[in-house]
């Protein structure tokens, strides 16, 4: 009987979302790497199908790395870790939204299967896969109203402060935005959801707002803009 290992930071995805499983390291939640069979050898993490410089895409293209949806997609890996990192800062200090973190994480593995998924060259069984729940876009937008109804109303320009939850939520916003940048275009080529560059843009929005929230529930103090004279 084969046994499955997962280690504890990949565990959140598994119960929140799909695994998807590819030949794409992408996606972060297969089991792939973590599955022991009878014969005790561990798998390799490399496949040396990329040393030339292409890689593939969910629907079996071969592009080059430099290509727009492996530009989409390491951004969105990074937004992740961006997140991941602030995440822990957040959890140390007890912050209760940590849960949104790990759901979003788990989210944006939908996102990067559905850009690794060029409509274009996709079958129906492809698109059945990788596509993308819209309901988290209305997610992300009842937790903003409801971290801005506890916020004092924002008179100013805020700069990315407020202890180290709040500095590091802020920079994966800025992180989010490049993301956000680079899908746009291929969103608007048709090979990708609409929906997704609609939550890329709701979530900044959102990491925005848990920055300020836990910097007030930390009493940590924002630095505001002020014109240097």
């Known amino acids: 009987m084969t046994s499955f290992i997962i280690k504890p930071s990949l565990l959140r995805c598994f119960v929140q979302t799909r695994s998807l499983i590819s030949k794409h390291k992408i996606i972060l939640c297969s089991a792939r790497s973590y599955t022991s069979g009878g014969d005790n050898k561990a798998p390799k993490i490399y496949t040396k199908t990329g040393d030339k410089g292409f890689s593939s895409t969910f629907t079996g293209e071969r592009r080059p790395k430099e ?35 790990d759901k979003i994480q788990c989210i944006l593995q939908d996102v990067g299967s559905n850009i690794a998924t060029p409509q274009s060259s996709a079958r129906e069984s492809h698109l059945k896969r990788t596509k993308f729940n819209a309901q988290s876009v209305t997610d992300l937008e009842t937790w903003i109203d409801r971290f801005t109804e506890e916020l004092p109303t924002l008179t100013n320009f805020i700069l990315p402060s407020g202890g180290k939850s709040s500095a590091a939520l802020h920079f994966a916003r800025t992180v989010c935005r490049r993301a956000e940048r680079s899908v746009a275009p291929i969103v608007r080529s048709g090979e990708a959801d609409p929906d997704v560059a609609k939550f890329l843009n709701r979530l900044s929005d959102y990491l925005f707002t848990v920055a300020r929230y836990a910097a007030m529930k930390e009493g940590s103090e924002e630095k505001i803009y002020k014109r240097p004279e």
């Open 67 to 101: 290509d727009n949806v492996f530009e989409a997609l390491g951004n969105t890996d990074e937004l992740s870790s961006a997140i991941g990192l602030a995440r822990e800062f957040c959890f140390d200090k007890g912050h209760t939204f940590t849960y949104q973190l």
